[in-house]
């Protein structure tokens, strides 16, 4: 029988310490702060395939309705606090976010101390020609993917 997948609920991230990424997404990116949770015993086991999880995670959403969940694992022991994977190392995944002025991210975020991994670029081609891109890492090393629409022309735009 087929299936159809009918969109995206959230975007997990593994994390070291959820009060220090909480911070960074809630405080430097500005994501709304939903809620927190916390996950142990066999329901915890069951959904992740990890015995002993437990978890403390804390959901924030977008404007656009996606969520990104922070997960903290606190058991098992033995749990690999970073592994410095770089965005061309298989396994490395990010999250790209589109914002309307990246000038004004940029400033936030080196405010607050942090830096993006170059300097923004327009691409040229293919489906998001135009758009301004960049990347930077967060307080573990995820990559964030930082897009802005091309600036519409005013001056092409008629009132018809």
């Known amino acids: 029988m087929p299936f159809q997948i009918l969109g995206t609920d959230h975007t997990g ?11 960074f997404w809630r405080d430097v990116l500005g994501f709304e702060f939903s809620h927190t949770a916390h996950q142990t015993g066999a ?18 959403k977008t404007p656009g309705g996606h969520k990104i969940e922070l997960l903290e694992y606190v058991a098992p022991p033995g749990r690999k606090k970073r592994t410095d994977l770089r965005p061309c190392d298989v396994g490395s995944a ?5 914002v309307d002025n990246l000038d004004v991210v ?4 080196a ?9 923004p670029q327009t691409l ?37």
Not at 13 to 19: C, D, F, G, K, R
Not at 44 to 59: D, K, P, W
């Open 13 to 23: 991230i593994t994390v070291s310490n959820l009060e220090r990424s909480l911070a």
């Open 43 to 60: 329901m915890a086991r069951e959904i992740t395939g990890v015995a002993g999880a437990e978890i403390e995670l804390a959901v924030l």
């Open 94 to 98: 990010h999250v790209a976010l589109l």
């Open 106 to 109: 940029l400033e936030r975020i």
């Open 111 to 119: 405010a607050a101390g942090w830096k993006t991994a170059g300097k």
């Open 124 to 160: 040229k081609s293919g489906p998001n020609t135009g758009k301004r891109v960049v990347y930077m890492r967060d307080p573990d090393g995820t990559t964030i993917e930082f897009m802005q629409q091309p600036k519409r022309d005013s001056s092409t735009d008629s009132a018809d």
